[in-house]
């Protein structure tokens, strides 16, 4: 069963359609390190912008606003 994930980009409300979503939390700004070099080598790596370590889990921080054109962030707005 597919779930929506909205997110806010900009100014707007996004919804995004993903297969499941295995966890919710709520993180201090404190919490989040930056990022470690191999993320900042791709060549998307601005939407990187931190790690959190979680126990044994290090989960990736993304600036999701970096994930769309100047275009599509338009877009958005403009609809939102």
């Known amino acids: 069963m597919s779930r929506i994930l909205v997110v806010e980009v ?4 996004i919804g ?8 919710v939390i709520r993180v201090s700004p404190s919490s989040i390190q930056p990022p470690p070099s ?12 931190g790690v959190i370590n979680r126990g044994d889990r ?11 054109s100047d ?3 338009q877009a958005f707005d ?3």
């Open 16 to 23: 995004f359609m993903v297969d499941a979503v295995a966890e």
């Open 78 to 80: 403009a609809m939102g």
């Open 38 to 49: 191999i993320l900042l080598t791709n060549a998307n790596s601005e939407c990187f912008t």
């Open 10 to 13: 900009g100014q707007s409300l």
């Open 58 to 68: 290090l989960l990736i921080v993304l600036e999701l606003e970096q994930l769309f």
């Open 71 to 73: 275009t599509e962030r």
